[in-house]
């Protein structure tokens, strides 16, 4: 036997014989457990419950109807919600499910929050050092679009950070336990489709403003506390109609009041879905198919004001048609089309939002 | 007693002894092992079989990461030394103290893998199965643990010119 071999396993064997333990502390150990079952989310969800609350109270944006489950914000002066929130440290966009992405920051202090938005249905992981959270996006019960919070302690002032961070379907069953890994795992298990969502990390606390207004389509955006735009750099709006809808190939038509700029959003997730939307029920606007970003159509008007929109299999669309560059002749295929089919089963959101600044003149 | 607290029961002692010899403080291995099978109590309804690997595997990933951590907070520009710092250990200290110095250089991985199959006597392939890692990789990272303990000054001294 080599004798290095041998003198290792005797110091090892030695030297780890140096203290008693006094037996296990199993209550310590499950109050570990439970804490880190709790710990997770506990902080996000309150926190989001907090801002909800006080979301709603605010009264809306001039000319915005007041509507059950439609958040809309002060622009400008950052409110009670986001007064504890610091400054933004770094955030990205991703546009897949299932796909890690990793963020590096530097800490301004000991304790940065972080806040992941995504559309209702998914899952995101977060993981940070042996640190790994997982929490669900979707919708609370006051009908705002779910943020998931979390939150990295014990920071070192001006060392960089690198977290990794992906989101999957909720359908995944059995969800991998909150380790390292249980990310590895449910990263492994993942497929990769198209969805957006993005991660903000702000120093010290994190509100769930600057939200971009393509993912949190019924919630509205506001500028962070800080002042700080969303991610997207896109205006910031709210909702005056909108709604889930559980079924494609029909029409469904959305009513609301704007004044000025505004626009509508269609989130069709998924490579084999294609949505139209026309202004009002008879003009076809666009035509795209869904995919990552949700189906966009910018339009200016005053008052009351229709959208109608609907969504089928893109492998339904006639072969040969150009369905998204000359809309008059898509305008009647369509119809003809959704004339021809029977609903199926289905999920996809529609926002028809008023912009609450204007848009950049370059864009 | 639940099945649970069987294996605390039975195994505490003996994960507390090797987190030790990864972390080289007895506070810090119990830290480490509670936080190992805190981690396995919640998924202990999904370990088939025998929850040793599960559990060891928990602790030599949390000790990476928190070694990571650390070596990021104190030293963030600089690299972990190749090798000792040229001091003669056999002077200044005895030859086990000297080896003991010495595994202290090594990295939180080749740790692992010298802990795994010098204590825990497990093989190769085993040492495998905890890192999630191929055999080759276990063997590079022993050969190199290895390797950097032979060609510590202390360590050369005290094989080679001793001997």
Redo the contacts between chains.
Sequence with gaps: MN???H???E?????????S?G????E???A??R???RRRWAAGGTLAAVVAALVLTPPLLSGGPARDGVIAARVGEPDSQTRGEGVRLAGLRSESTGKVERLTFTPKSERASYRVNCAAGSRAFVRY??QVDAGVCGEDRQGQEWTAFGHFD?L?V??P?TVEVFTVPTTIK?P???????F?EALADAVRRPALWEIAVHDGGISDAACSPDICLDSGSRPAAKGERNLAGLPDGHQVAGGHVTRINEKHTFRGTVEGEARVYVRCEGEDLHAFIWAGRAVLAKSVPCGAKPALWEFVANGPTEVTVAVVRRDRLPRGSDFTSDLQAASKEANRLLSGLRPEAGYWHVALQQLDEPKPSAG | MTEF?EY??QR??RL???A??LTRD?ATA?DLV??A???A???WR?IDGDPDP?VY??IA??HA??W??RW??EV?TEEMPDSGDGRDFTREIG??DA??TA?GTLSGRQRAV??LH??EEMTLTQVAGVL?CSVGAVKSQLGRA?AR??VDQG?RT??GAE?
Excluded: C, K
């Design positions: 004798q290095t071999e003198d290792l396993r110091l090892l064997a030695e030297r780890s014989t140096g203290a333990g037996g296990a502390r199993l310590e150990i499950l570990r457990g804490g880190m079952r050092g042996d014990g070192t001006g060392v950070v059995d991998p336990d909150e380790s390292s890994e249980g590895d | 607290a605390v029961a505490h002692e507390r002894r090797t030790y010899l007895w119990e509670q936080t099978l805190a981690r109590w919640l998924a999904r599960y595997r928990i990933n949390t990461s928190w990571r951590r990021r907070g963030p030859d086990r080896l003991w595994i010298v802990v010098y204590f999630g290895l303990l032979r360590i005290m094989t001997r």
